[in-house]
Structures are given as structure tokens and as C-alpha cells.
């Protein structure tokens, strides 16, 4: 059967500015680069450099100045916020520094919201696969408990397994490292790589660590807002 080699995310001239008190800020310029199905992508520079940007552009959770990002062939320029949530909906996970938990809903509950808001699945088959997961980053006995309770990397490991339920394509990390001790950071980065090789996804990995960014198989070096190193 024919591999489909066509970007899965594919960015052309991408730059980013803001207004700030003396006028204009440029945060990204000029950014072209493309990622292919299946393959793993870090994001490396400077804190200031745009790493963070850049996720957030190719995940279409912000509009660039100018050029473009085709995410799965899709303009993301020509389409609405409503119209990227649904592109995003079931095919793009997320982690993040901070977690992102909701505080108000258990583990389980955690894990399974992105189900319920993809639809199209029972509430049965949303709990089971959320347990699933559960049980597959070691948290199978915490299901019932709060983010609150839950240390820095259980809560990480929660957000890990909301990211992978939906089976994704393409897995987005931002820092997802950043607010643990170095033991615990390791043992989630093995566990994500693990489960993103299980699961086949396309990971976009942001991170200031250079160590965690050679697991990847390409490193983009970002220099104030350009692409030094592709």
C-alpha cells in the first residue's frame, strides 16, 4: 500500500507580529517548514525565540500576521475559529506545561471529556477507553481523584492520557516537562514517546531541553522568530 508522504502540517512564509508600547513587535518571520506524517518534530531556541508561538500557530490557536499553515491540507488563514476547533476536534492531542486539568472533574472524567465533546461514541465506550488509558500511564488506582490530589506528574500523565484517547494524528507538547523535577520529567517523556510510537501520531514538541529534543527525530531551531536549523 502507498505511504501518504503528502505534510501533514505545511507552512509557508509564516510571520507574527504584535502591537506593543513602541509600536510593533516581531515575534515570528518568514517561518517555512513542513512535517511529515508519523515523524517527530522539537521546536528548539532561545526563551523569547517563538517556540511557543509557533505551536500555538501550527495548532491554529492563533492567527499569523501573514503567510500560511495547512494543517491535514486545510488552510487554516481561510477558516473560522469554530471551523479549526472541529479540524482540531478528535485528530490533534495537546500537553501542556501546566496540565490543563479541569479541577472540577476527576481523572477518569479528565481523560474522557475530549470523547464527549468528539461525539459519535457511547458514554460506555468513552469510560472504557479513558480507563484504558488510565491503566496504560500507571494510574489505573487514581481514577476517581481530583486534580488537586494528584502530584505534578501524575497530573501530567492524566494529561497524557486525555491527549492520546482520541487517537490523534498529530500529538502537539508545549514544555511538557517544564513543571517537574527531572526524574519525574524523564519518566513522562518515556512514556510519551512510548505511547506516541504506539499509537502512531505525528508529534510537534516545543522544549528548551536539548537532550529531550535529540529523541526527536528532526530539531527546528528557532533564532529570535527565524529558522536557524532545520
Do not use: W
Request: hydrophobic letters at 45%; aromatic letters at 4%.
Amino acid at each position: 500500500m502507498h505511504k501518504n508522504t503528502d505534510p501533514i502540517i505545511e507552512v509557508r512564509n509564516l510571520s507574527k507580529r504584535v502591537k506593543n508600547a513602541t509600536g510593533e513587535l516581531t515575534i515570528l518571520e518568514d517561518i517555512t517548514l513542513e512535517v511529515t506524517p508519523g515523524s517527530s518534530v522539537a521546536i528548539v531556541g532561545a526563551s523569547g525565540s517563538g517556540k511557543s508561538t509557533l505551536l500555538g500557530l501550527l495548532a491554529g490557536l492563533d492567527n499569523a500576521t501573514s503567510g500560511s499553515v495547512r494543517l491535514f491540507g486545510k488552510a487554516l488563514e481561510t477558516l473560522s475559529e469554530d471551523e479549526r476547533a472541529n479540524l482540531r476536534n478528535g485528530m490533534v492531542g495537546f500537553v501542556f506545561q501546566s496540565f490543563q486539568l479541569m479541577p472540577h472533574l476527576t481523572a477518569l472524567e479528565n481523560v474522557r471529556l475530549p470523547l464527549e465533546l468528539q461525539g459519535g461514541v457511547t458514554s460506555h465506550e468513552a469510560t472504557g477507553r479513558a480507563r484504558a488509558l488510565l491503566d496504560q500511564v500507571g494510574l489505573g488506582a487514581r481514577t476517581g481523584h481530583y486534580p488537586k490530589v494528584l502530584s505534578g506528574g501524575e497530573q501530567q500523565r492524566v494529561a497524557l492520557a486525555r491527549a492520546f484517547v482520541t487517537h490523534p494524528a498529530i500529538l502537539f507538547a508545549d514544555e511538557p516537562t517544564g513543571s517537574l523535577d527531572a526524574a519525574t520529567g524523564h519518566a513522562v517523556i518515556d512514556l510519551m514517546f512510548e505511547m506516541n510510537a504506539a499509537h502512531g501520531a505525528t508529534l510537534v514538541l516545543v522544549t528548551h531541553d536539548l537532550e529531550l529534543a535529540h529523541r526527536c527525530a528532526r530539531i527546528v531551531t528557532l533564532d529570535a522568530g527565524r529558522v536557524a536549523h532545520r
